[in-house]
C-alpha cells in the first residue's frame, strides 16, 4: 500500500511480509532510500511519523540561511560531518540548517542524509543515501543531492495516511500474536 507518491515523498507498506515488524519503501523525488533494510520496529516508526507531524503540520518560513534545496543540503551536510565550507559560514548557517533533518527513522534510514526545508505551503526535500559498508561519511565522492520541492500538505497527508495505516497495521498484529500467547511482539 503506497502513500504519497515514489516521485515526490512516499511510504509503501508490504503487509504480506512478516508479523513483528512494518515493512515500509521509503521514496524521495524517485529514489528508493531504503533498500537495504525496510524492517521498522513498529512503536519507534509510529513515534517518528508523529514526530514529522509536529514538525510539518504548520506552515513555516524557510530557514536561515536557505538558498536553494542542493546548495543548503550541503552546507548543512559539511556542517553535520564536522566541517567547513571554505568561508566560515559553516558553522552558522549549516547549524541552523541541519536542524531540518529528516527520515531519522532508526536502523532502516541510517544510510540516508535527508533535509526537509520548509517553504510556507512547500517543503524541499533533499537527500544522498550512502552505500553500505561503502565509504566514510564524508569521504564518498561528491555528487548532487536528489531533490524534490512538495506541497506541505501533501506531505502531511501523506505522513498521517502512513501514521494511521501503521497504528492499525501494528494494533492487529499484536492482537494476532497475543491470542497465538505469543507475549514478544
Known amino acids: 500500500m503506497l502513500f504519497g507518491s515514489r516521485t515526490g515523498f512516499g511510504l509503501e507498506f508490504h503487509i504480506e511480509q512478516g508479523p513483528g515488524l512494518l515493512r515500509v519503501d521509503v521514496f524521495v523525488g524517485g529514489l528508493h532510500v531504503n533498500t ?21 503540520r504548520t506552515p513555516t518560513a524557510r530557514p536561515v540561511g ?4 542542493s546548495a543548503s543540503f550541503l552546507l548543512a551536510e559539511t556542517w553535520m560531518s564536522g566541517g567547513d565550507d571554505g568561508a566560515g559560514t559553516a558553522a552558522g548557517a549549516g547549524a ?8 531519522e ?10 533535509l526537509a526545508f520548509p517553504d510556507g505551503d512547500r517543503v524541499h526535500l533533499a537527500c544522498r543515501v550512502r552505500e553500505v559498508g561503502g565509504a566514510a561519511w564524508g569521504a564518498e565522492p561528491r555528487h548532487e543531492p536528489t531533490v524534490v520541492s512538495v506541497s506541505r500538505t501533501v506531505l502531511v497527508d501523506t505522513l498521517e495516511r502512513a501514521l494511521a495505516f501503521a497504528e492499525r497495521e501494528w494494533s492487529a498484529r499484536l492482537a494476532v500474536m497475543r491470542s497465538l500467547g505469543d507475549t514478544t511482539p
Open 36 to 56: 537495504w533494510d525496510n524492517a521498522f520496529y513498529p512503536p519507534l516508526l509510529v513515534k517518528k511519523l508523529k514526530d514529522e507531524l509536529g514538525r510539518h
Open 96 to 103: 541552523e540548517l541541519a536542524r531540518c533533518e529528516f527520515l
Open 105 to 114: 527513522w532508526g536502523e532502516c534510514t541510517d544510510q540516508v542524509v535527508a
Open 66 to 69: 536557505f538558498t536553494t534545496p
